[in-house]
């Protein structure tokens, strides 16, 4: 059996394939990876890594030779290119005869209207179009999202948002690669949808779980958005960036991300890591 990770050199993917390296051997995994002398570290473990660029359709077709189970973490890039690229992927996964796809998609990828949807649903529709057994990883937010905002909070600087009641189910980017890495390599995930969500919080219960673990007073500012576009400037933020940013706000705004799931259980048989040892977790990267 040959399991193969792409994007395997990314935050996400880097921690999927040590996951994957606890339970079975080197041997057995392949990675897929754009700079291959980025994974050197892997191959000299054992791990085989392959030149894999999803901006050339012709490179998946050589990575994903031999693969009977495949991990496609999601790409990065606005919309229209991870279309592109994810659908290509898909294709040369399916010439490939490649006989299981997992993919790391968004929470509630077929209903939502967060403006990271897109290449989610259009990525899902192709897998199941190919009639591969298929496994969607639906994540829904990385705790780790919020490292600049915590940052700021160590700063002095109040907790800034436009989200308003809207709830998010943040985990430990560490619980999703155990996740993904769980479904990858074991058995009974065939066609499967996994909704992977923390316990779903406001803004103001995420803070008040900072507070308690850093044992201090976090000011929280709800404003609207052309104020908290103004603060990201202000913050130096990248312009270009900050519709995206307002786009992430107003879909938590919505209930985009408020989940409630028990599948995180399901497949690691323990829910993610509580919000208050995970801000703990954060903290002890960034100090």
Do not use: C
Request: charged content about 25%; aromatic content about 6%; overall charge negative.
């Amino acid at each position: 059996m040959k399991f193969l990770v792409t994007g395997a050199t990314g935050k996400l993917g880097s921690k999927i394939v040590e996951k994957i390296l606890e339970t079975i051997p080197a041997s057995q995994l392949v990675v897929s990876v754009r700079n291959p002398e980025k994974a050197t570290h892997l191959s000299e473990r054992g791990v085989e890594v392959r030149h894999g660029d999803f901006d050339q359709p012709e490179s998946m077709d050589a990575a994903f030779t031999g693969i009977d189970r495949l991990l496609i973490i999601s790409a990065d890039g606005d919309n229209e290119t991870r279309i592109r690229q994810h659908t290509d992927a898909i294709a040369a996964a399916e010439r490939a005869k490649v006989k299981f796809i997992a993919y790391t998609s968004i929470a509630n990828a077929s209903e939502s209207k967060m403006i990271l949807a897109p290449p989610h649903q259009a990525t899902e529709a192709a897998i199941l179009k190919t009639g591969i057994p298929y496994a969607f990883l639906r994540n829904n937010w990385y705790l780790e999202n919020e490292i600049a905002s915590t940052q700021g909070v160590l700063a002095g600087a109040p907790w800034v948002t436009s989200a308003k009641t809207g709830r998010t189910g943040w985990a430990l980017q560490q619980d999703y690669a155990e996740a993904a890495a769980t479904v990858l390599i074991g058995e009974g995930h065939e066609n499967k949808i996994y909704e992977l969500s923390g316990t779903p919080l406001t803004q103001e219960a995420l803070v008040s779980a900072l507070e308690s673990v850093l044992e201090k007073d976090i000011a929280v500012q709800q404003v609207d958005d052309d104020t908290y576009a103004d603060t990201m400037k202000d913050a130096g933020v990248p312009e270009a960036v900050i519709p995206f940013l307002l786009g992430i706000q107003e879909g938590i705004r919505e209930g985009e991300l408020d989940v409630v799931s028990s599948d995180f259980e399901s497949v690691l048989g323990r829910p993610a890591t509580s919000i208050k040892e995970a801000l703990r977790i954060i903290l002890n990267q960034i100090s």
